[in-house]
């Protein structure tokens, strides 16, 4: 059964870069897409990017395209969820998942491994 875990994580300040990477292990990596969720205090976690098996497609909610940019590393098992220009309305908890399809949809159908998460707070 494949096991994902984010880091990256930290405090920064509006308009700050950060880049949160999620290291998988014990599946064949290059099988599955990746994507990124977050959720944020007294909110739904809802997905932020999913990146296709290849790294070829990848698919981003309204809210952060073209601030943030998912990319997979396959020799590495890595995800990376670069993201710039940050708001305070980013600060949540950062989940990893795994699974068949990168569909921006919070579903255990869709996404059957999940990482702890990492923390994110953009203080303005």
């Known amino acids: 059964q494949m096991q994902v875990k984010e880091s990256g994580g930290r405090l920064v300040q509006a308009g700050d870069s950060l880049r949160l990477s999620c290291v998988a292990s014990?599946?064949?990596?290059?099988?599955?897409?990746m994507g990124w969720f977050r959720q944020a205090p007294g909110k739904e976690r809802e997905p932020v990017a999913a990146?296709?098996?290849?790294?070829?497609?990848?698919n981003y909610a309204d809210s952060v395209k073209d601030r943030f940019t998912i990319s997979r590393d396959n020799d590495k098992n890595t995800v990376y969820l670069q993201m710039n220009s940050l708001k305070s309305e980013d600060t949540a908890v950062y989940y990893c998942?795994?699974?068949?399809?990168?569909?921006?949809?919070?579903?255990?159908?869709?996404?059957?491994?999940w990482g702890q998460g990492t923390q994110v707070t953009v203080s303005s």
């Open positions: 998942a795994a699974g068949p399809d990168p569909k921006m949809k919070d579903s255990t159908e869709t996404w059957w491994y």
């Open positions: 014990g599946g064949t990596f290059g099988n599955y897409a």
């Open positions: 990146i296709h098996w290849s790294g070829h497609s990848a």
